[in-house]
Protein backbone atom coordinates (compact mmCIF):
# COMPACT_ATOMS: atom_id res chain seq x y z
CA UNK A 1 0.00 0.00 0.00
CA UNK A 2 1.22 3.63 -0.76
CA UNK A 3 0.60 6.52 1.04
CA UNK A 4 1.48 8.92 -1.82
CA UNK A 5 2.11 8.35 -5.76
CA UNK A 6 4.60 10.12 -7.61
CA UNK A 7 4.02 11.78 -11.15
CA UNK A 8 6.67 13.29 -12.30
CA UNK A 9 9.07 14.71 -9.89
CA UNK A 10 5.62 15.28 -7.78
CA UNK A 11 4.95 13.23 -4.68
CA UNK A 12 0.75 13.39 -4.35
CA UNK A 13 -0.84 12.72 -0.65
CA UNK A 14 -0.93 14.00 2.23
CA UNK A 15 1.76 16.51 3.64
CA UNK A 16 1.92 17.63 0.55
CA UNK A 17 1.05 20.72 -1.55
CA UNK A 18 -2.76 19.71 -3.86
CA UNK A 19 -1.97 18.66 -7.16
CA UNK A 20 -4.02 20.63 -9.37
CA UNK A 21 -5.33 19.30 -12.50
CA UNK A 22 -7.10 21.62 -15.27
CA UNK A 23 -9.17 18.83 -17.25
CA UNK A 24 -9.46 20.29 -20.80
CA UNK A 25 -11.95 17.34 -21.99
CA UNK A 26 -14.37 19.06 -25.00
CA UNK A 27 -13.62 22.69 -24.11
CA UNK A 28 -11.29 22.88 -26.87
CA UNK A 29 -14.22 22.72 -29.42
CA UNK A 30 -12.23 20.97 -32.09
CA UNK A 31 -9.76 24.34 -32.52
CA UNK A 32 -5.59 23.05 -32.32
CA UNK A 33 -4.93 27.06 -31.34
CA UNK A 34 -7.87 27.41 -28.80
CA UNK A 35 -6.81 24.27 -27.02
CA UNK A 36 -3.28 25.46 -27.43
CA UNK A 37 -4.24 28.97 -25.65
CA UNK A 38 -6.41 26.85 -23.17
CA UNK A 39 -3.10 25.39 -21.99
CA UNK A 40 -1.28 28.60 -21.21
CA UNK A 41 -3.82 30.02 -19.31
CA UNK A 42 -3.50 26.67 -17.21
CA UNK A 43 0.19 27.39 -16.61
CA UNK A 44 -0.86 31.20 -15.82
CA UNK A 45 -3.52 30.07 -13.66
CA UNK A 46 -1.09 28.03 -11.56
CA UNK A 47 -2.14 24.77 -12.24
CA UNK A 48 0.62 21.54 -11.99
CA UNK A 49 -1.02 19.68 -14.74
CA UNK A 50 -3.02 19.57 -18.08
CA UNK A 51 -5.35 17.07 -18.87
CA UNK A 52 -7.30 15.44 -22.13
CA UNK A 53 -9.22 12.97 -23.58
CA UNK A 54 -8.33 9.94 -25.66
CA UNK A 55 -11.10 8.10 -27.72
CA UNK A 56 -12.97 8.35 -30.99
CA UNK A 57 -16.88 8.21 -31.48
CA UNK A 58 -16.05 4.68 -33.02
CA UNK A 59 -14.35 3.63 -29.93
CA UNK A 60 -16.94 4.66 -27.40
CA UNK A 61 -20.11 3.12 -28.94
CA UNK A 62 -21.90 2.71 -32.08
CA UNK A 63 -23.63 5.00 -34.37
CA UNK A 64 -27.20 4.39 -33.54
CA UNK A 65 -31.09 6.21 -33.02
CA UNK A 66 -32.08 2.97 -30.67
CA UNK A 67 -33.64 4.51 -27.49
CA UNK A 68 -30.24 3.01 -25.51
CA UNK A 69 -28.17 5.37 -27.75
CA UNK A 70 -30.11 8.40 -27.21
CA UNK A 71 -29.27 11.09 -24.15
CA UNK A 72 -31.47 11.84 -22.15
CA UNK A 73 -32.63 12.65 -17.92
CA UNK A 74 -31.52 16.45 -17.84
CA UNK A 75 -28.38 16.18 -18.88
CA UNK A 76 -26.47 19.17 -21.09
CA UNK A 77 -26.44 16.79 -24.43
CA UNK A 78 -30.19 15.81 -23.78
CA UNK A 79 -31.95 14.36 -27.76
CA UNK A 80 -28.36 13.80 -29.28
CA UNK A 81 -27.24 10.04 -29.63
CA UNK A 82 -23.95 9.24 -27.77
CA UNK A 83 -22.29 8.91 -31.37
CA UNK A 84 -23.19 12.56 -32.04
CA UNK A 85 -21.80 13.69 -28.55
CA UNK A 86 -18.56 11.75 -28.87
CA UNK A 87 -17.56 12.62 -32.45
CA UNK A 88 -18.37 16.38 -31.36
CA UNK A 89 -16.09 16.24 -28.05
CA UNK A 90 -13.22 14.02 -28.93
CA UNK A 91 -9.91 15.74 -29.55
CA UNK A 92 -8.22 14.66 -32.87
CA UNK A 93 -5.25 12.67 -31.89
CA UNK A 94 -2.80 13.98 -34.20
CA UNK A 95 -2.93 16.78 -31.40
CA UNK A 96 -1.98 15.30 -28.43
CA UNK A 97 1.82 14.44 -28.68
CA UNK A 98 2.42 18.48 -29.75
CA UNK A 99 0.33 19.74 -26.64
CA UNK A 100 1.46 17.35 -24.79
CA UNK A 101 5.43 18.84 -25.94
CA UNK A 102 4.58 22.47 -25.45
CA UNK A 103 2.69 21.40 -21.46
CA UNK A 104 6.17 20.41 -20.60
CA UNK A 105 8.19 23.19 -22.12
CA UNK A 106 5.80 24.93 -19.94
CA UNK A 107 6.53 22.60 -17.35
CA UNK A 108 3.09 21.38 -16.87
CA UNK A 109 2.51 17.71 -16.47
CA UNK A 110 0.14 16.01 -19.59
CA UNK A 111 -1.87 12.71 -19.37
CA UNK A 112 -4.90 11.79 -20.68
CA UNK A 113 -7.61 9.66 -19.65
CA UNK A 114 -7.96 6.18 -22.06
CA UNK A 115 -11.03 4.68 -23.08
CA UNK A 116 -10.28 1.28 -24.50
CA UNK A 117 -7.11 -0.56 -25.01
CA UNK A 118 -5.69 1.29 -28.22
CA UNK A 119 -5.98 4.50 -26.60
CA UNK A 120 -3.84 2.90 -23.59
CA UNK A 121 -1.26 2.00 -26.57
CA UNK A 122 -1.57 5.21 -27.83
CA UNK A 123 -0.93 7.20 -24.66
CA UNK A 124 2.05 4.81 -24.21
CA UNK A 125 3.80 6.13 -26.99
CA UNK A 126 3.41 9.37 -26.17
CA UNK A 127 5.08 8.21 -22.42
CA UNK A 128 2.09 10.11 -20.35
CA UNK A 129 3.39 9.80 -16.44
CA UNK A 130 0.04 8.42 -15.51
CA UNK A 131 -2.72 7.12 -16.53
CA UNK A 132 -6.59 8.15 -15.36
CA UNK A 133 -10.08 6.14 -15.40
CA UNK A 134 -12.86 7.75 -15.67
CA UNK A 135 -15.72 7.30 -13.64
CA UNK A 136 -18.01 5.81 -16.37
CA UNK A 137 -15.01 3.24 -16.91
CA UNK A 138 -14.80 1.90 -13.00
CA UNK A 139 -16.81 -1.32 -14.48
CA UNK A 140 -14.31 -2.07 -17.19
CA UNK A 141 -11.91 -3.97 -15.00
CA UNK A 142 -9.84 -5.58 -18.33
CA UNK A 143 -9.46 -1.95 -19.06
CA UNK A 144 -7.94 -1.07 -15.78
CA UNK A 145 -5.86 -4.24 -15.94
CA UNK A 146 -4.62 -2.87 -19.03
CA UNK A 147 -3.48 0.51 -17.82
CA UNK A 148 -2.26 -1.07 -14.58
CA UNK A 149 -0.11 -3.30 -16.22
CA UNK A 150 1.85 -0.55 -17.61
CA UNK A 151 3.16 0.31 -13.66
CA UNK A 152 2.19 3.66 -14.04
CA UNK A 153 0.56 5.64 -11.11
CA UNK A 154 -3.28 4.98 -11.78
CA UNK A 155 -5.91 7.67 -10.81
CA UNK A 156 -9.48 6.29 -10.74
CA UNK A 157 -12.67 8.50 -10.25
CA UNK A 158 -15.16 7.13 -8.42
CA UNK A 159 -18.20 8.82 -9.77
CA UNK A 160 -21.70 6.53 -9.72
CA UNK A 161 -19.37 3.83 -8.44
CA UNK A 162 -20.12 1.80 -4.85
CA UNK A 163 -18.06 0.99 -2.31
CA UNK A 164 -18.21 -2.35 -3.66
CA UNK A 165 -17.07 -1.46 -7.36
CA UNK A 166 -14.44 0.74 -6.36
CA UNK A 167 -13.12 -2.63 -4.24
CA UNK A 168 -13.47 -4.48 -7.83
CA UNK A 169 -11.80 -1.52 -10.02
CA UNK A 170 -8.88 -1.49 -6.97
CA UNK A 171 -8.27 -4.98 -6.65
CA UNK A 172 -8.51 -5.43 -10.06
CA UNK A 173 -5.60 -2.80 -10.09
CA UNK A 174 -3.46 -4.14 -7.69
CA UNK A 175 -3.77 -7.78 -9.26
CA UNK A 176 -2.29 -6.42 -12.53
CA UNK A 177 0.45 -4.74 -11.09
CA UNK A 178 -0.36 -1.22 -10.08
CA UNK A 179 1.64 -0.47 -7.08
CA UNK A 180 0.37 3.52 -7.25
CA UNK A 181 -2.92 4.33 -7.19
CA UNK A 182 -5.00 7.49 -6.03
CA UNK A 183 -9.14 7.79 -5.76
CA UNK A 184 -10.77 10.92 -7.13
CA UNK A 185 -14.38 11.24 -5.04
CA UNK A 186 -16.56 12.38 -8.07
CA UNK A 187 -20.16 13.16 -8.44
CA UNK A 188 -21.13 12.03 -12.22
CA UNK A 189 -23.78 15.33 -12.54
CA UNK A 190 -23.25 17.97 -15.52
CA UNK A 191 -22.92 20.27 -13.33
CA UNK A 192 -23.11 18.94 -9.99
CA UNK A 193 -24.45 20.61 -6.90
CA UNK A 194 -22.44 21.18 -4.35
CA UNK A 195 -25.19 19.43 -2.29
CA UNK A 196 -24.55 16.07 -3.92
CA UNK A 197 -20.78 15.54 -3.55
CA UNK A 198 -20.38 14.15 -0.04
CA UNK A 199 -17.24 15.16 0.57
CA UNK A 200 -16.71 12.83 3.65
CA UNK A 201 -16.98 10.37 1.17
CA UNK A 202 -13.08 11.20 0.80
CA UNK A 203 -11.42 9.95 4.42
CA UNK A 204 -13.75 7.18 4.15
CA UNK A 205 -11.94 6.36 0.81
CA UNK A 206 -8.64 7.09 2.31
CA UNK A 207 -9.22 4.19 5.41
CA UNK A 208 -10.67 2.25 3.22
CA UNK A 209 -8.01 1.83 0.32
CA UNK A 210 -4.73 3.20 1.93
CA UNK A 211 -4.24 5.18 -0.57
CA UNK A 212 -4.34 9.18 -1.63
CA UNK A 213 -7.59 10.27 -2.64
CA UNK A 214 -8.13 13.81 -4.59
CA UNK A 215 -11.76 15.26 -6.09
CA UNK A 216 -12.47 15.12 -9.29
CA UNK A 217 -14.91 18.26 -9.28
CA UNK A 218 -18.03 19.46 -11.63
CA UNK A 219 -20.19 21.91 -9.75
CA UNK A 220 -18.79 25.80 -10.24
CA UNK A 221 -18.26 26.22 -6.97
CA UNK A 222 -15.20 27.31 -5.10
CA UNK A 223 -16.08 26.42 -1.93
CA UNK A 224 -16.54 22.78 -2.70
CA UNK A 225 -12.34 22.30 -3.84
CA UNK A 226 -11.69 23.85 -0.76
CA UNK A 227 -13.98 21.62 1.69
CA UNK A 228 -12.22 18.84 -0.43
CA UNK A 229 -8.32 19.64 0.70
CA UNK A 230 -9.82 20.45 3.95
CA UNK A 231 -11.00 17.39 4.35
CA UNK A 232 -7.98 15.49 3.13
CA UNK A 233 -8.36 15.85 -0.96
CA UNK A 234 -4.58 15.60 -2.28
CA UNK A 235 -5.55 16.32 -6.03
CA UNK A 236 -8.21 18.71 -7.05
CA UNK A 237 -9.21 18.41 -11.08
CA UNK A 238 -11.53 20.99 -12.68
CA UNK A 239 -12.16 22.03 -16.07
CA UNK A 240 -11.16 24.62 -17.78
CA UNK A 241 -12.56 26.86 -21.00
CA UNK A 242 -11.70 30.24 -22.26
CA UNK A 243 -15.52 31.56 -21.48
CA UNK A 244 -18.64 29.84 -20.81
CA UNK A 245 -20.40 31.67 -23.26
CA UNK A 246 -18.42 29.49 -26.36
CA UNK A 247 -20.86 26.67 -25.79
CA UNK A 248 -19.47 23.34 -25.80
CA UNK A 249 -20.18 19.62 -24.58
CA UNK A 250 -18.55 20.21 -21.15
CA UNK A 251 -18.81 24.04 -21.34
CA UNK A 252 -21.80 24.53 -18.28
CA UNK A 253 -19.16 22.95 -15.64
CA UNK A 254 -15.98 24.39 -16.65
CA UNK A 255 -14.06 27.24 -14.55
CA UNK A 256 -12.94 30.38 -16.86
CA UNK A 257 -9.35 31.32 -16.59
CA UNK A 258 -10.24 33.84 -13.98
CA UNK A 259 -12.12 31.49 -11.80
CA UNK A 260 -9.10 29.03 -12.28
CA UNK A 261 -6.77 31.39 -11.14
CA UNK A 262 -8.89 32.60 -7.92
CA UNK A 263 -9.42 28.84 -7.55
CA UNK A 264 -5.78 27.95 -7.38
CA UNK A 265 -4.87 30.75 -4.71
CA UNK A 266 -7.44 30.18 -2.59
CA UNK A 267 -6.58 26.61 -2.12
CA UNK A 268 -2.67 27.68 -1.95
CA UNK A 269 -3.92 30.09 0.82
CA UNK A 270 -6.22 26.73 2.47
CA UNK A 271 -3.12 24.66 2.38
CA UNK A 272 -1.21 27.32 4.68
CA UNK A 273 -4.13 27.96 7.16
CA UNK A 274 -4.51 24.17 7.54
CA UNK A 275 -0.58 23.76 9.03
CA UNK A 276 0.41 21.50 11.22
CA UNK A 277 -1.53 19.96 14.27
CA UNK A 278 -0.22 22.58 16.88
CA UNK A 279 -1.32 25.16 19.40
CA UNK A 280 -0.10 28.01 20.79
CA UNK A 281 2.03 29.41 17.48
CA UNK A 282 5.32 31.09 17.26
CA UNK A 283 3.55 34.25 15.73
CA UNK A 284 1.05 34.41 19.24
CA UNK A 285 4.19 34.88 21.20
CA UNK A 286 4.10 38.92 21.84
CA UNK A 287 0.37 38.50 22.68
CA UNK A 288 1.15 36.53 25.88
CA UNK A 289 2.30 39.95 27.05
CA UNK A 290 -1.81 41.08 26.88
CA UNK A 291 -2.90 37.64 28.58
CA UNK A 292 -4.87 38.41 32.38
CA UNK A 293 -2.89 38.34 35.31
CA UNK A 294 -3.37 38.79 39.21
CA UNK A 295 -2.89 43.35 39.98
CA UNK A 296 -3.04 45.20 43.01
CA UNK A 297 -5.40 47.45 42.32
CA UNK A 298 -5.54 49.88 45.15
CA UNK A 299 -2.58 50.81 47.15
CA UNK A 300 -2.06 47.94 49.61
CA UNK A 301 -0.19 48.42 53.07
CA UNK A 302 2.12 45.71 54.46
CA UNK A 303 0.09 43.63 56.81
CA UNK A 304 -3.22 44.55 55.18
CA UNK A 305 -5.54 41.26 53.55
CA UNK A 306 -5.85 40.68 50.28
CA UNK A 307 -9.14 41.16 49.05
CA UNK A 308 -11.21 41.46 45.90
CA UNK A 309 -11.03 44.63 46.00
CA UNK A 310 -7.77 45.42 46.28
CA UNK A 311 -6.76 42.51 43.84
CA UNK A 312 -8.06 41.77 40.81
CA UNK A 313 -7.34 39.85 37.26
CA UNK A 314 -6.74 42.25 34.61
CA UNK A 315 -4.75 42.66 31.78
CA UNK A 316 -2.04 42.73 31.07
CA UNK A 317 0.44 40.04 32.10
CA UNK A 318 3.35 39.79 34.40
CA UNK A 319 1.72 39.12 37.84
CA UNK A 320 0.17 35.75 39.04
CA UNK A 321 -1.58 34.15 36.82
CA UNK A 322 -5.09 33.78 37.70
CA UNK A 323 -5.70 30.11 38.90
CA UNK A 324 -4.23 31.95 42.24
CA UNK A 325 -6.51 34.27 42.87
CA UNK A 326 -8.24 32.16 45.77
CA UNK A 327 -4.54 31.29 47.24
CA UNK A 328 -4.37 35.43 47.72
CA UNK A 329 -7.33 36.58 48.96
CA UNK A 330 -7.77 36.47 52.93
CA UNK A 331 -3.47 36.34 53.24
CA UNK A 332 -1.51 39.44 54.55
CA UNK A 333 0.68 41.64 52.47
CA UNK A 334 3.78 41.59 53.39
CA UNK A 335 5.29 44.81 52.40
CA UNK A 336 3.59 47.61 51.12
CA UNK A 337 2.33 47.98 47.05
CA UNK A 338 1.56 50.20 44.89
CA UNK A 339 -1.71 50.49 42.77
CA UNK A 340 -1.16 48.92 39.32
CA UNK A 341 2.00 46.11 40.86
CA UNK A 342 1.77 42.96 39.29
CA UNK A 343 1.49 40.35 41.99
CA UNK A 344 4.34 38.36 43.10
CA UNK A 345 4.36 35.42 45.53
CA UNK A 346 7.00 37.47 47.66
CA UNK A 347 4.50 40.18 48.09
CA UNK A 348 2.09 37.34 50.03
CA UNK A 349 2.78 36.15 53.65
CA UNK A 350 3.08 32.75 54.81
Not at 39 to 53: P, S
Not at 153 to 181: C, D, F, W, Y
Request: aromatic residues 8%.
Amino acid sequence: MHSTIQINKRLIGTGYPTYIVAEISANHNQNYNQTVELIKEAKAAGADAVKVQTYTADTMTIKSNKKYFRISGGTPWDGKTLYDLYKEASMPWEWQPRLKALANELGLDFFSTAFDSVSVDFLEEMKVPVHKVASFEIVDTPLIEKMARTRKPLLISTGMASLEEIGEAVGAARKAGANQIALLKCTSAYPASPADMHLRGISKLAETFEVPVGLSDHTLSSVVPLAAVALGACLVEKHLTHSRSIRGPDSDFSLEPSEFRDLVSSIREAEVALGQPEFCGEKEGASKAFRRSLFAVRKIRAGELFTPENVRSIRPAGGLPPKYIYDVIGHHASRDIERGTPLRWEFVSG
